[in-house]
């Protein structure tokens, strides 16, 4: 009976030395990751320089937009800076006021133009979309142009 709670305490024992080990072994290794910049710019894609950041509690979002091919978004702007990034397909901008235009490919980034009226075409295949917005609560992250649909 006592060699029964010995080999317990005992195997109990080895048990808590080898927990240090295992733990140290299982871990994974720490290093840096390799940074690649996107984007960094303090200004839309159609020139116009962003001016500030909306005021009150910041709010982040992050939306996946899929576009189907040979469509045009509604005329729209955004009230606060964005970033879009394509996923997959191509995304063609078009700034109403100016008539420039911007091809954005897969892998690429861009940031959106505020308070400008734009719009995004897609390509020959779905344009599926990543964007971040730094907005604020309780306002919209893009507003349609009179007449026009929402973007999303």
């Known amino acids: 009976m006592i060699s029964k709670y010995r080999t317990i305490g005992i195997t109990a024992v080895a048990i808590a ?3 240090p080990v295992l733990a140290q072994t299982s871990a994974n290794s720490v290093a840096s990751g390799k940074r690649e910049i996107l984007l960094q710019t303090t200004e839309s894609w159609n020139g116009k320089p962003y001016t500030h ?5 910041p709010q982040l979002t992050t939306i996946k937009l899929t576009v189907a091919p040979h469509t045009a978004l509604p005329w729209h702007t955004h009230p606060f800076p964005n970033v879009v990034y394509v996923l997959s397909g ?5 700034d109403k006021a100016s008539g420039k235009t911007q091809v954005v490919h897969q892998g690429q980034a861009v ?4 308070d400008d009226v734009h719009r995004g075409e897609s390509g020959d295949e779905p344009t599926v979309l990543l964007i971040t ?3 604020t609560p309780g306002v919209p992250t893009s507003v349609p142009a009179k007449g026009e649909k929402a973007e999303y």
């Open 133 to 135: 917005y730094a907005g």
């Open 111 to 114: 940031g959106e133009s505020v």
């Open 90 to 94: 191509t995304l063609t901008l078009h």
């Open 53 to 57: 950041y909306p005021t009150g509690q």
């Open 17 to 19: 030395s080898l927990t």
